[in-house]
């Protein structure tokens, strides 16, 4: 029995910041594999390449707003809630993807599948955010249930009474090639597609045999109509390829095309 809703959706469940470290809602058609939603915003368990793979998640893979009240300074923000106190045990630190990236403070998650939605809330952002998420599922459609793709609709609503300005940045790794455990990715390509109503980024690869068990294609999608990207990140020095992503963007929402530099696992980016 649905106990509550958000914005319409039903909610069977809702967990709060201390119950989102083991939660990870699968999303993909039926028969195509799976990439996760984490509880607090992240997507995990990257299982879309004939076999199982919990645990995987390619690098600098995540959702990110910036948000911008007139009159006002901007907020740039990895789309994600708080760390889990576990996640910085270990003698090297924090494993985690992204854990030095700033987060939302406060995260909810209201789960009823095959829908899912993440509530992110911040004092320092003048944006509240509810990521929703579902499968293709249709009950006697199998055609349409086992499509293979994942949807999240990023929600903004603004908490104060100033306009804000906000963009919302995907970003993803091609590891075309690599499956978390064998394999590794070999002169992939990213290119910048547009086609009725989707504007995106298709991944592929030309280093990468068609028999292998880790080759396919991928797509980063958006419906939106105003967009920016990066086919590659900039190859740079430890740590700088991600803060000159993080400062592009930040700057003012939009991002500046780099050169692949002969990468052969090159991360897409899409605002």
């Not at 419906?223 to 020095?237: G, I």
Request: net charge negative; glycine share 10%.
């Amino acid at each position: 029995m649905t106990t509550s809703s958000e914005a319409g959706w039903p909610v069977l469940r809702r967990y709060d910041a201390a119950h989102l470290a083991r939660i990870a809602m699968p999303l993909g058609g039926i028969g195509t594999g799976t990439v996760s939603l984490g509880g607090r915003g992240d997507l995990r368990d990257w299982e879309i390449v004939n076999r199982p793979a919990k645990g995987f998640a390619p690098a600098n893979s995540f959702f990110a707003l910036r948000a911008q009240p007139a009159g006002g300074p901007a907020v740039t923000r990895l789309l994600e809630g708080p760390l889990d106190a576990a996640d910085y045990q270990g003698p090297l630190g924090s494993t985690t993807r992204n854990h030095g990236l700033p987060r939302f403070r406060e995260c909810e998650f209201a789960a009823a599948y095959p829908l899912g939605q993440v509530l992110l809330s911040d004092p320092d952002v003048p944006l509240r955010v509810r990521i929703e998420a579902f499968n293709p599922l249709v009950p006697g459609d199998s055609d349409t249930s086992g499509m293979p793709f994942a949807a999240l609709r990023f929600v903004l609503s603004n908490s104060g009474p100033a306009p804000v300005a906000a963009s919302v940045a995907a970003t993803l790794q091609n590891f075309i090639g690599a499956d978390g455990a064998e394999g590794a990715p070999s002169r992939n390509l990213n290119t910048f597609r547009e086609s009725a109503g989707l504007r995106g980024i298709a991944l592929e690869s030309r280093g990468v045999s068609p028999a292998a068990p880790q080759s396919g294609t991928l797509a980063l999608a958006t419906t939106a109509e105003q967009v920016t990207y990066r086919t590659a990140w900039a190859r740079l020095s430890w740590g700088d390829t991600l803060l000159d992503f993080w400062d592009d963007f930040s700057a003012d929402g939009r991002l500046d095309e780099r050169a692949a530099d002969g990468e052969d696992a090159p991360v897409a980016a899409l605002t």
